[in-house]
């Protein structure tokens, strides 16, 4: 198939319209999540990534997006609920919004975008809590409903917002978890939310963050569905135009340094200090200024000369090496590093619909975990290093076994 890619906004910022250039190609990458059957290897997708970065409203955005059927469709590869960790997570941030923002309102509506196979929604439902999710994906929201969570197989947009308005009310609360950066129309998602959430209801949602990124060299964040990388710089920018003001921030440490905003109609709500603190921070790193990205740049091309010649001599000295997690993220690194079969065996990956396909681009076979764990590596490259404390404790075996991990975030490194 050709390269065919959807030119986004013919270079212009998805948010305030001002001019932007790349700062960097990743170079021709597939889809990050397209696994494909080893039949399938001949008419694979590629388009050019290039990040860029607005310097009128300090939004970090991919310039191009391949179109998202491409990515979204029947078929996603991606169950939320594969992570134990993540469904910890997830349990915490709903019971934090039942406990503060429900505590003492009747019959609260909490509507969740991207609700994937209901792994937050659940604890609403299990609750009592009137819910409804959003997600666009159909077999994932087949799941959900499967277990009784209400969810709609729609992109949400101004136009959803209204009918669910009418249909069910204003949302004392509207959610999202690592969605909001995979949405390219964000003045229309705003312009939703604005509709859709009652005068004292908050939106909360929460995505990798611009700062850990560029202090971790971790450019495996941007790939196809991570349209935007955001900051509180950004995000405030963002929403004001649609009476939203940010009211408070709260780090996370999933998908390796996430951040939650939580914005609110303006002046419903007083904002909390961690705001002001937080986009001090983001000046001090430099995250409004373009020239951040150009080391950001130098660094992301060290790191790819290290982690090669790591790769490389393990290979001139035999040794056995394995993937570990066939994350979408690891799509962005093996492509733009050039890391083929020959460097890495196979990788193992628990989420039985990757089994037996090969990874995107430089096709790689994704195996079970039984395929690691029955004849341990030499060497694993730590693919999921957002998973890295969960792993690392269940893989003692591994390193006791004499086995050690390659990891590539901060930096890259051989440890135990
Ligand atoms: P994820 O963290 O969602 O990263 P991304 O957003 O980049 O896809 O993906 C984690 C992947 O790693 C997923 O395919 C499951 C796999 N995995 C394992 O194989 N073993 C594990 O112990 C963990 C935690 C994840
Ligand atoms: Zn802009």
Not at 115 to 124: A, C, V, W, Y
Not at 193 to 211: I, N, S, T, W
Not at 326 to 332: D, E, G, I, Q
């Amino acid at each position: 198939m050709s390269p065919k890619v959807k030119s986004a906004n013919n270079g212009h910022c998805r948010v305030c319209s001002a001019r932007i250039t790349p700062f960097m190609s990743f170079g021709r990458m597939p889809i990050a999540n397209g696994f494909l059957r080893p039949d399938q290897t001949e008419n694979e997708y590629f388009f050019e990534l290039t990040p860029a970065f607005c310097e009128a409203c300090g939004m970090f955005q991919l310039l191009e997006q391949p179109d998202p059927q491409k990515m979204f469709h029947e078929q996603y590869a991606f169950y939320s609920s594969t992570s134990h960790y993540m469904q910890a997570h997830f349990e915490a941030f709903a019971h934090a919004v039942i406990n503060t923002v429900f505590a003492g309102r009747d019959e609260p509506f909490v509507v969740e975008l991207g609700s994937n196979d209901g792994i937050m929604l659940r604890h609403f439902k299990d609750r009592g809590v009137r819910h409804l999710g959003v997600e666009p994906s159909a077999n994932v929201a087949d799941v959900a409903r499967s277990q009784g969570i209400s969810t709609i197989s729609a992109f949400f947009d101004r136009g959803l917002a209204d009918q669910i308005a009418a249909d069910q009310g204003g949302a004392d609360a509207i959610l999202a978890a690592n969605v909001m950066c995979h949405i390219p129309d964000l003045p229309g998602v705003a312009a939703g939310v604005q509709r859709l959430l009652k005068a004292d209801g908050v939106f909360m949602f929460e995505d990798p963050y611009l700062g850990d990124m560029i202090a971790k060299t971790s450019y495996d964040q941007i790939y196809d569905e991570h349209v935007f990388i955001f900051s509180a710089t950004s995000v405030q920018r963002a929403f004001a135009p649609f009476g939203l003001e940010l009211v408070d921030v709260m780090p996370q440490i999933t998908h390796g340094g996430s951040m939650r905003y939580t914005l609110a109609p303006k002046g419903s709500r007083q904002v909390s200090k961690k705001v002001s603190e937080q986009l001090a921070k983001e000046a001090a790193l430099g995250l409004d200024q373009a020239e951040t990205y150009l080391q950001f740049r130098a660094n992301c091309e060290n790191s790819r000369a290290a982690l090669m010649q790591t790769l490389g001599r393990l290979r001139s000295q035999q040794k056995r090496v394995v993937g570990y997690g066939a994350t979408s993220k690891s799509t962005t690194v093996i492509n733009y590093c050039g890391i083929t079969p020959e460097h890495v065996e196979f990788i193992s990956d628990t989420t039985p619909i990757k089994q037996g396909r090969l990874s995107p681009g430089a096709h790689i076979p994704v195996k079970a975990y039984g395929e690691f764990a029955k004849r341990y590596p030499d060497y694993a490259l730590l693919f999921a290093w957002n998973h890295a404390a969960e792993i690392r404790e269940k893989e003692a075996g591994f390193v006791a076994a004499g086995g050690r991990w390659v990891v590539y975030v901060p930096e890259v490194a051989i440890v135990s």
